[in-house]
């Protein structure tokens, strides 16, 4: 009764089980169960070992060999027959037995209830004593986050491993901000309105995305957000001119860094929004997050299909990556199976350049973990392309080591 498991037991009882239903009636009264068990149980054994001695006495006489075989003998049936066996049965096997003994135990309860009530007066009192918590006044034992973490993890077999690990992500959504899961500015494709035509039309038509943010001459001065479909047709209209742009754009929506993706997900289901622009508190813009960033957090990528090419890192004949500097640490985690540290910096480029604490050049390696990061190509201060080697035990320090 005690070994079963509460969810399980619940959901018998929902399926029609009655002996799950009387079963969680037992349960929800756990000091009223323990002394209808404990008192059938003790009586019983106390029971058996006075009969067992009357009949050795009876049979071979009052002697101290006789109640020595006695007391050894019942010993080894209560163990064996009454503690051991039937305890390890009801451990190993709950869910099929609890139901079962349900049936004699809620009648046997309401038939010793005076003697329970009795009993029971005496333990609430020694508890109060104690300074302990009566039954059913404490806190009820329920699963916390952590608790609930560690059920999934060890699920095993009862849940296919992909629904396992949308509901381990839906966990750590909480801990994650926008700022984990955005485009970083650098990487933004925009458009500036101040530019001449041609380079406005070749920006929209070698565009891959389904919107453009639009600005004026430098990206803190959005405008709006172009839509790319509807731009396009209008480029297919001799007779209208690009002026029109801002007949295809909508306001822009910004979004405050630090903001909790869970909490952005909602605001962008409220909003009727799908694309949003990250600033920081001076306004400054530093990133762009969608919908589908947020989504990918707790399902994976959408486009598992595509080459590792264009995602940020490809890898080589060798078992080694290319890797591009500003890729997302989060993701190169998952998609690599790494464990770079995420307390700090969120790219690559800035993990290098928190372990370096100088600027970085070309051709120096520096150990993270158990990878080999060597910097192969920088651009404007900034490192362009690192080699990730993985090596066999991980080394946390991330010392530099010249080639």
Known sequence: MMAVNRYRLRNLAKGGNRGARIAEKLLGKTDTLLAT???????????????????????????????????????????????????????????????????????????????IWFVNLFARGLLRVLHLPLPGTGKQNSMGVEELRILLAESGTFLPSHHRSILLNLFDLEKLTVDDAMLPRGDIEAIDLDGDDES??????????????????ELNNVVGIVNVRRALARLRDDERHLDDLHEDMRAAYFIPSGTPL??????????????????????ELIGLVTVEDI??????????????????????????????????LRNLNRKLNLELPLDGPRTLNGLILEHLEAMPEPGVTIKIGRCAIEIMQLQERMVKTVRITLMGKPDARGEPVQH
């Open 262 to 283: 869970l909490t952005q997900l909602s605001h962008f289901q409220e909003n009727r929004q799908s694309i949003g622009l990250v600033v920081d508190e001076y306004g």
């Open 200 to 217: 406005i039309r070749q920006r929209i038509i070698a565009s891959g995305h389904a919107h453009l943010p639009a600005y004026n001459g």
């Open 295 to 328: 989504l990918e957090e707790i399902v994976g990528e959408f486009t598992g299909s595509m080459p590792l090419t264009g995602r940020g890192w490809v890898q080589q004949p060798d078992g080694s990556f290319l890797v591009d500097g500003a890729v997302n």
């Open 37 to 115: 068990i404990l008192l059938g149980n003790n009586l019983v054994n106390s029971a058996a070992a006075a009969l067992v001695t009357v009949i050795a006495f009876r049979l071979f006489g009052e002697s101290e060999w006789a109640l020595t075989a006695a007391t050894l003998t019942v010993t080894f049936l209560i163990l064996v027959f009454s503690e051991v066996t039937p305890k390890v049965m009801g451990a190993t096997y709950p869910e099929k037995i609890t139901p079962w003994v349900s049936f004699v135990l809620a009648p046997l309860q309401k038939l010793l209830s005076p003697i």
